[in-house]
């Protein structure tokens, strides 16, 4: 909202606070299959090269996702991908990666990202999330299973979008599964299995379950990736580099065109680096906007569309994503900023000119002590899914 009777002290109003995606480089070693999820029709393209494109069972799926557009698999509905060879490891290294976000998982259920199991008693692998909040890996020799948890500090939460993988490194004796949430390991596992998990007469499945249709994934699925190598983190071509978007850099060019982008997109906006053209408002694209001009209405809002309220003590913690804060003038307006990759806050008042000055003047490195004229009540900090490219976040904000 940010009304114009406010004025900073460079001249500039604050205004009402009411895209197309980049990606991250993409790795090619080892790449056997990549399933973008773009579901205008009923096919799933696979762009790894060997060209395994699923076919979509259960109705329309195509929805809003982590990049442009993903599948939304509620209804039951998944993607069968033919049987195929380069989709099956053998006694050989792989993983498996996908983004994921779920409306509210039942801490009893079982929701099923990839499933490559044959009929012999399931011989192949399965990778899932378990409870709601960890992943689950099950191995299967035709003989024998064995289902592998994560355990770690990182879990998933409901209505955010988790980037999800799982590393096995058959390699050496035992093996090594790592799983991963956002880009960071939360559990090693060893196990002595090297047996043969090729599944050879199923189809390898994306939101589906061969078995039971409660164990489909019911929820939104996006750039699924299968490796035949174990990926490993800070390395170049490793886990980290096929899921980080990047941080954003202080180009107020993009946004201060003095014409439609600068006009129609605010501080929402802005702080989570998404040129939507519809000045976005907390809470209207999850279907339920603020009710009040106060930090508990739009700090409940903007959580309704995902991002992470963190406490101060956090925002130099380990993460992928930017960071946001928000400021609220009780009963008329708020406001939000965003910390770029320099360490430095910026924002971009309403439908007015981005930039790194506060009501002073002066550059702003701590929007707890910047000059913010009437925005008297600080509500908080967020972690948000930005971008390396000016207004191409990844956050569902309109």
């Known amino acids: 909202m940010n009304r114009s009777s406010w004025f900073l002290a460079l001249g500039l109003a604050l205004a009402p606070c009411f895209a197309v995606h980049a990606a991250p480089p993409r790795v090619t070693q080892g790449l056997v299959g990549e399933w973008h999820l773009d579901l205008s029709g009923t096919t799933a393209f696979d762009t790894s090269g060997y060209g395994r494109n699923g076919t979509l069972i259960g109705g329309t799926a195509s929805s809003w996702g982590w990049l442009n557009t993903a599948g939304d698999f509620t209804g039951g509905k998944y993607v069968q991908v033919p049987n195929s060879s380069n989709l099956n490891f053998g006694t050989g290294s792989f993983t498996l990666a996908a983004w994921v976000r779920m409306a509210n998982p039942s801490s009893s259920s079982v929701k099923t990202i990839i499933d490559n199991r044959a009929s012999d008693a399931g011989r192949g692998y399965s990778f899932t999330v378990y409870n709601g909040q960890h992943l689950l890996l099950q191995l299967n020799n035709g003989t024998t299973w064995d289902n592998y948890v994560s355990n770690g500090s990182r879990v998933l939460s409901p209505n955010r979008w988790h980037h999800v993988a799982v590393a096995v490194n058959r390699s050496t004796s035992p093996a090594t599964i790592s799983f991963y949430i956002d880009g960071y390991r939360t559990t090693d596992q060893q196990t002595p299995r090297l047996d043969n998990i090729d599944n050879f007469d199923r189809p390898f499945l994306i939101g589906g379950h061969k078995d039971i249709a409660s164990y489909r994934f019911g929820d939104r699925i996006d750039e699924v990736l299968v490796y035949n190598r174990s990926l490993i983190p800070d390395t170049a071509g490793g886990i980290g580099e096929i899921m980080a978007p990047g941080r954003t850099v202080f180009q107020p060019t993009y946004w201060n065109d003095g014409s439609t982008r600068q006009r129609n997109n605010n501080c929402y906006n802005y702080a989570n680096n998404k040129a939507t053209n519809t000045f976005a408002q907390p809470g209207r694209a999850a279907g339920a906007m603020y009710t009040s001009l106060s ?104």
């Open 295 to 398: 930090c508990a209405a739009v700090v409940a809002a903007a959580n309704r569309d995902g991002l992470e309220p963190i406490a101060a003590t956090q925002i130099n913690d380990l993460s992928h994503k930017n960071i946001a804060a928000l400021v609220v003038a009780p009963g008329y307006d708020y406001h939000w900023y965003r910390r770029d990759a320099n360490g430095k806050w910026t924002h971009k008042p309403g439908g007015t000119a981005a930039t790194n000055r506060d009501n002073s003047g002066n550059e702003i490195l701590d929007p707890r002590n910047a000059n913010r004229g009437p925005y008297s009540d600080f509500c908080g900090f967020y972690r948000v899914w930005s971008d390396s490219i000016e207004g191409s976040g990844h956050e569902q904000v309109n």
